[in-house]
């Protein structure tokens, strides 16, 4: 099975995916998208839904898994994810994929046993599960890795 895990963002937004057999994951594809700060906000998100639409027609994934927005201090900030995060769930739907969410909390859970755990903790869980010689750059690749891992681990 193949998962396609999402970090929303809207300068940066992370992806990885994922191939999920027998008990293990193994590492497809990951990176970022990025848009221009200084861009209009509907531009960006036209950038976003394009490239995540391309990205999902290579690569196949059957489910996708996103980060739900938990919580932002600063409610520009959140407006512009809960935006991003919209056009990764239109880009997903439309593309037929089956499209699961998950709090920070229960993906560090997933993937660490403990839902309070730090970044670099998931990070290190991510580069273990995986099998990589390092862990995934930038922080948000592995944090849609961890998304996309936290999926394979709950349909156990």
């Known amino acids: 099975m193949r998962i396609i895990g999402i970090d929303p963002g809207t300068g940066i937004m ?3 995916i994922i191939e999920y057999a027998k008990g293990k994951a193994h590492l497809v594809d990951a990176g970022v998208i990025r848009t221009p700060a200084k861009e ?3 531009v960006r998100l036209q ?7 391309d990205i999902i027609a290579e690569t196949k994934p059957e489910i996708m898994s996103v980060e739900k927005l938990f919580f932002a201090q600063n409610v ?3 407006m512009t994810v809960a935006q991003a995060r919209g056009v990764v769930l239109l880009a997903g739907k439309q593309a037929g994929l089956d499209i699961f969410e998950y709090t920070p909390l229960q993906i560090k859970q997933a993937l660490t ?5 730090e970044k670099s903790q998931i990070q290190e869980m ?4 995986l099998q990589l010689k390092e862990i995934p750059r ?5 944090d849609a ?6 999926y394979s681990m709950n349909m156990r």
């Not at 950038?47 to 639409?53: A, K, Q, R, S």
């Not at 991510?126 to 599960?129: E, F, N």
């Open 126 to 129: 991510v580069r273990v599960i």
């Open 47 to 53: 950038t976003i839904f394009e490239e995540l639409t």
């Open 14 to 16: 992370g992806f990885g």
């Open 145 to 150: 890795l961890a998304a996309a891992i936290t």
């Open 40 to 42: 209009d906000d509907a």
């Open 76 to 78: 520009t900030t959140a």
């Open 138 to 142: 930038p922080d948000d690749c592995a």
């Open 113 to 117: 046993g403990y839902g309070r755990a």
